[in-house]
């Protein structure tokens, strides 16, 4: 039996749980309304105030996605109510970042300033220059958002110059020592 599968969903007051033919399941909160489908072989089912998934038998396709099915419905509830967020820092000199309305501009050393839009549901907010805060309901958008500002300049392991995630540790390596 899969430990993350087994455990029920608990549905928070104010949270909405709607599930249509086809395992298509529509989370509804106070941030929002999220929707999404799910695995055609995983048995879901809500009842008193919880979301519970089983599965049909013990394939090892069926193992796999039991635990899987839980999580996204879990992750679904956790955004409507509380939303996600990943935070950026940027190291360098004269890196920065400023935003002017939907569009987020990084100056990163280039021969030009990169510019990216927010994509739908999600809110992208400069806090001084150096700290970008990636917000949504969405935890996939919001993670997969956050790593393509990333992949604009990766921090680099001798000055640790670049976009790194706030609770990313960048391994640090020795530069060239000079000839006697």
Do not use: C, W
């Not at 899969?2 to 709607?18: L, M, Q, T, Y």
């Not at 990313?168 to 060239?176: F, L, Q, S, T």
Request: glycine share 12%; net charge positive; aromatic share 4%.
């Amino acid at each position: 039996m899969s430990r993350i599968g087994k455990h029920p969903v608990a549905i928070p007051a104010g949270v909405e749980v709607k599930l249509e033919a086809g395992n298509v399941i529509t989370v509804k909160g106070p941030k929002g309304t999220l929707t999404r489908k799910l695995a055609d072989d995983m048995n879901i089912a809500v009842e008193d105030g919880q979301v519970v998934v089983t599965r049909p038998n013990d394939l090892k396709r069926s193992k796999a996605l039991h635990g899987l099915t839980r999580t996204l419905i879990n992750n679904m509830v956790i955004g409507v109510t509380n939303g996600y967020e990943k935070v950026l820092e940027i190291n360098g000199v004269g890196y920065r970042a400023a935003k002017s309305g939907k569009k987020l501009t990084l100056s990163l050393g280039y021969s030009h300033p990169v510019e990216m839009t927010d994509p739908e549901g999600i809110e992208t907010v400069v806090d001084g220059t150096t700290k970008i805060i990636v917000k949504g309901i969405d935890k996939e958008k919001v993670g997969q958002f956050a790593a393509e500002i990333r992949t604009k300049r990766p921090p680099e392991p001798y000055k640790g110059k670049g976009i790194k995630y706030a609770d990313e540790h960048i391994r640090r390596k020795v530069g060239k020592t000079g000839k006697k």
